[in-house]
């Protein structure tokens, strides 16, 4: 797990709500977190479709579609890196009954996890969790 799906669900809420196109840096605010930080998930989030930005004075990014048919599931799969569960970095002995087979069984349990995790994502749209903030 990493920290990218909580801002990614920040910027999202944020958007939500707002009335117009917010700044990168009025968002970054908001988060308190460095504003490049916030414009390396901007972009992640434009390239997954699910904002857009323009630029100019009056510029800044928006949702590119009604929050209604945004799940939380979309926004957690334009952030997800790797295992929810991790990933061992060593290779176990596969002479040991356990060694050769924990890799296996653990994948199987991660994707398991997963699937449960984002079939609760997937109940919820943006704009029922933005609810939440009324």
Not at 30 to 47: A, D, F, Y
Not at 58 to 68: D, F, I, Q
């Amino acid at each position: 797990m990493n920290g990218r799906f909580p801002i990614a669900m920040h910027i999202m809420t944020l958007l939500c709500t707002a009335d117009d196109y917010l700044s990168s840096d009025y968002m970054a605010g908001s988060i308190n977190v460095n504003p490049v930080l916030v414009r390396k998930e901007l972009s992640n989030l434009i390239k997954h479709q699910l904002i857009t930005s323009r630029e100019g004075k009056n510029g800044g990014y928006t949702l590119s579609k009604p929050a209604t048919s945004i799940s939380l599931a979309s926004i957690y799969q334009s952030v997800k890196q790797g295992n929810v569960l991790g990933q061992a970095k060593n290779q176990p002995n596969p002479a040991c009954p356990i060694g050769k087979q924990i890799n296996n069984h653990l994948k199987d349990l991660d994707n398991e996890i997963e699937q449960a995790m984002l079939n609760k994502l997937g109940t919820t749209n943006l704009a029922a969790f933005c609810k939440k903030f009324d």
